[in-house]
């Protein structure tokens, strides 16, 4: 019985003495408790195993990948061997549209190359300006002439008043009265003439006349139509040459060739004299390379069919074989093939040795258009 007790006292000491540490630390250490309490909390919440199985992934993409592009290839196969005989193309057998956009270009611009498009004058009023000349007052119209179809590198000017434009239509009128009829003309005006808005229905207006009259065939041939464009810079560069400024010749002679070319003067007409008085000019101004030029053109359209059928010799070949003669010996090129032609004359009889030098021709001859006389040798086809 003793024993019995003696063993519960331990047994109720030994609790006591095991539960007062544990009560202690918990009130010395809340902290603790509370950390204690929230990490089995968090571990609870975040409990499980973490998964490897994403580094599998790159591999079965790699696959898939491959697959892909297989099955993209196989379809592309079955779809060219579909295209030979299938009778509706599908859009794998069609040309991409670039393609197709890119040959369309190629073969619009070969096309280009060998089309050849046609060629017309444009006449474009570019300035109108009111001029005072001590009493008298009028406005002046440059009008631009450009060759389309093609990029024009060296347009052609004139400037004329309104007095020159009439002048022109009443002759052509009592020259060509059946063309003209269903032409029309801006009529004269008493009052604002030099208004803004007059000028620039004019300016419209005179665009449209000289259209007109170049779309008919017997109108844009007539003498008094062309000379209309180039004679007064022609007689301007002439008058400039036998006043000795050459120079300021050049630009006059310069755009009455243009304006020529592109009126399709050459070779009739005052062609071959504007070509020489170049030559003349040019060889005084110490510039043979250009002289020779302009010389060989012009013994070149000398010796075109539409001249050769003429009866009379040309009065300037005798002057221009014998200057270029002279050029090529100057700038270096052959001129056995001029004074071959020099010798054929002397040989049909001709007498080379008295005939004047091409300048002092052009100084002597005068130089007049179709009403009042044309130039020796010069008649308009």
Same mark, same amino acid.
């Given at each position: ?14 609790? =006591?003495? #095991? ?26 919440? /975040?409990?499980?195993?973490?998964? /490897? ?10 696959? +898939? ?36 956009? #890119? ?18 004058? %444009? ?10 000349? +001590? ?15 093609? /990029? ?7 400037? !004329? ?9 009443? !002759?052509? !009128?009592?020259?060509? +009265?059946?063309?003209?009829? &269903?032409?029309? @003309? ?7 003439? @030099? ?29 008094? @139509? ?30 009455? *060739? &243009?304006?020529? =070319? ?22 005084? *101004? =110490? ?5 020779? =030029? ?8 000398? #010796? ?12 300037? *070949? ?7 003669? !002279? ?14 032609? %020099? ?33 020796? +040798?010069?008649?308009?086809?």
């Amino acid at each position: 019985m003793a024993s019995k007790l003696l063993h519960r006292l331990r047994r109720t000491l030994l609790r =006591e003495v #095991t539960l007062q540490p544990q009560l202690g630390s918990a009130e010395d250490f809340p902290e603790s408790s509370e950390l204690d309490d929230d990490t089995e909390g968090l571990s609870s919440r /975040f409990s499980g195993t973490l998964s /490897f199985e994403g580094e599998q992934e790159p591999e079965s993409e790699d696959l +898939g990948e491959n697959s892909e592009l297989d099955s993209d290839s196989d379809v592309l196969e079955d779809s060219g061997e579909n295209c030979t005989e299938s009778t509706e193309s599908s859009p794998a057998c069609q040309p991409p549209a670039h393609n197709m956009l #890119t040959k369309q270009l190629q073969d619009s611009w070969k096309q280009s190359r060998t089309r050849s498009t046609p060629e017309r004058l %444009l006449f474009e009023v570019t300035d109108a300006s009111v001029v005072q000349e +001590g009493t008298s007052k009028y406005v002046l119209y440059t009008i631009h002439v450009i060759k389309s179809g093609q /990029f024009d590198k060296t347009p052609s000017l004139i400037t !004329r008043r309104y007095t020159d434009f009439n002048r022109l239509h009443g !002759r052509l !009128r009592g020259l060509y +009265g059946d063309e003209m009829r &269903g032409i029309a @003309f801006p009529r004269k005006k008493l009052r604002r003439n @030099f208004a803004a808005e007059t000028i620039a229905k004019r300016s419209r207006a005179f665009e449209q006349y000289l259209t007109h009259l170049h779309s008919l065939a017997e109108l844009r041939r007539a003498p008094l @139509f062309l000379e209309f464009f180039y004679l007064g810079d022609l007689q301007a560069g002439q008058s400039l040459l036998r006043a000795g400024q050459y120079q300021e010749a050049v630009g006059c002679l310069l755009n009455a *060739l &243009g304006l020529q =070319e592109k009126l399709g003067c050459r070779p009739q007409g005052h062609w071959i004299f504007t070509l020489a008085v170049l030559v003349a000019t040019f060889q005084e *101004l =110490e510039q043979p390379e250009e002289a020779q =030029e302009y010389c060989e053109r012009a013994l070149q359209d000398l #010796t075109s069919p539409s001249l050769q059928r003429q009866q009379q010799q040309h009065p300037l *070949l005798v002057p221009l074989l014998q200057a270029i003669v !002279r050029l090529s010996w100057k700038v270096s090129k052959d001129k056995r093939q001029w004074e071959s032609q %020099l010798q054929q004359l002397k040989d049909s009889g001709v007498d080379v040795g008295s005939q004047p030098s091409l300048k002092e021709y052009l100084v002597k001859e005068s130089l007049e258009g179709s009403e009042g006389g044309r130039h020796k +040798g010069d008649d308009v086809a």
